[in-house]
C-alpha cells in the first residue's frame, strides 16, 4: 500500500514542471507549471498567461508598464512584478488565492484589491496615492510593506480603517501633512 501511494506523489510531482525560459511553444495549457521565471528578459509587455496554470510567476526586472489582471495565470499564488516600469493603477477584480505578491520598486500610484487579500503584500518603493482592499477578511495576512511611498498620507490609512487582518504593516516613510 506504501509503495502505490508514493508512486502516486511522484506521478504528480512530475507534473509540475519549472521552466526558466520562456518559449510559449513549450507551454502545455494541460501542464501545472509550478514556477515560471521571466526575470531580466527585457519584456516591454506582460505576457498573457492566461490559459495556463501556473502557480509561481517571477516578471520581475524587466521594463513592463501596465498590469493586466487578465493576463494573469490559473492557479497563481505567488506574482512577483518588482523592478518594472508599472505606473498608474494595479487593479485586481477577481478573487484570488494569493499568498505572496510584489510590486516593489515600480511608480504605482493606486492599488485595488476590493474582494481579497494577499498573504504577504510588497508594495514598496512606488508612488502610492491610494490603496484598497477590504477592511476584514476571514484570512488573517501576515505583512504588509508599504515603505517608501512618499505621497501615502497616514490621514488617508487612518480615514479609510486601514485592513486590521494584517498582523506587520511596515510603514516606516509615511508621513502626516498637517
Same mark, same amino acid.
Given at each position: 500500500?506504501?509503495? +502505490?501511494?508514493?508512486?502516486?506523489?511522484?506521478?504528480?510531482?512530475?507534473?509540475?514542471? &519549472?521552466?526558466?525560459?520562456?518559449?510559449?511553444?513549450?507551454?502545455?495549457?494541460?501542464?501545472?507549471?509550478?514556477? !515560471?521565471?521571466?526575470?531580466?528578459?527585457?519584456?516591454?509587455?506582460?505576457?498573457?498567461?492566461?490559459?495556463?496554470?501556473?502557480?509561481?510567476?517571477?516578471?520581475?526586472?524587466?521594463?513592463?508598464?501596465?498590469?493586466?489582471?487578465?493576463?494573469?495565470?490559473?492557479?497563481?499564488?505567488?506574482?512577483?512584478?518588482?523592478?518594472?516600469?508599472?505606473?498608474?493603477? +494595479?487593479?485586481?477584480?477577481? +478573487?484570488?488565492?494569493?499568498?505572496?505578491?510584489?510590486?516593489?520598486?515600480?511608480?504605482?500610484?493606486?492599488?485595488?484589491?476590493?474582494?481579497?487579500? +494577499?498573504?504577504?503584500?510588497?508594495?514598496?518603493?512606488?508612488?502610492?496615492?491610494?490603496?484598497?482592499?477590504?477592511?476584514?477578511?476571514?484570512?488573517?495576512?501576515?505583512? !504588509?510593506?508599504?515603505?517608501?511611498?512618499?505621497? !501615502?498620507?497616514?490621514?488617508?490609512?487612518?480615514?479609510?480603517?486601514?485592513?486590521?487582518?494584517?498582523? &506587520?504593516?511596515?510603514?516606516?516613510?509615511?508621513?502626516?501633512?498637517?
Amino acid at each position: 500500500m506504501k509503495k +502505490v501511494i508514493l508512486l502516486m506523489i511522484l506521478i504528480q510531482l512530475s507534473s509540475c514542471k &519549472t521552466y526558466t525560459k520562456f518559449n510559449s511553444n513549450e507551454l502545455s495549457q494541460s501542464d501545472i507549471i509550478y514556477l !515560471l521565471d521571466l526575470s531580466n528578459r527585457n519584456l516591454k509587455t506582460q505576457p498573457d498567461l492566461s490559459k495556463f496554470t501556473i502557480i509561481e510567476l517571477n516578471i520581475s526586472k524587466n521594463r513592463i508598464a501596465t498590469f493586466d489582471e487578465n493576463k494573469l495565470p490559473k492557479g497563481i499564488q505567488k506574482l512577483n512584478f518588482s523592478s518594472n516600469r508599472i505606473s498608474k493603477k +494595479v487593479i485586481f477584480n477577481e +478573487v484570488r488565492n494569493l499568498e505572496s505578491v510584489n510590486f516593489s520598486n515600480n511608480k504605482i500610484e493606486s492599488f485595488f484589491y476590493p474582494n481579497g487579500i +494577499v498573504k504577504n503584500l510588497n508594495l514598496s518603493n512606488n508612488k502610492l496615492i491610494t490603496i484598497q482592499m477590504p477592511l476584514y477578511n476571514d484570512k488573517r495576512a501576515d505583512t !504588509l510593506n508599504i515603505a517608501n511611498n512618499p505621497k !501615502l498620507e497616514t490621514t488617508e490609512i487612518n480615514t479609510i480603517g486601514f485592513p486590521r487582518f494584517y498582523k &506587520t504593516l511596515i510603514n516606516y516613510s509615511i508621513s502626516t501633512k498637517n
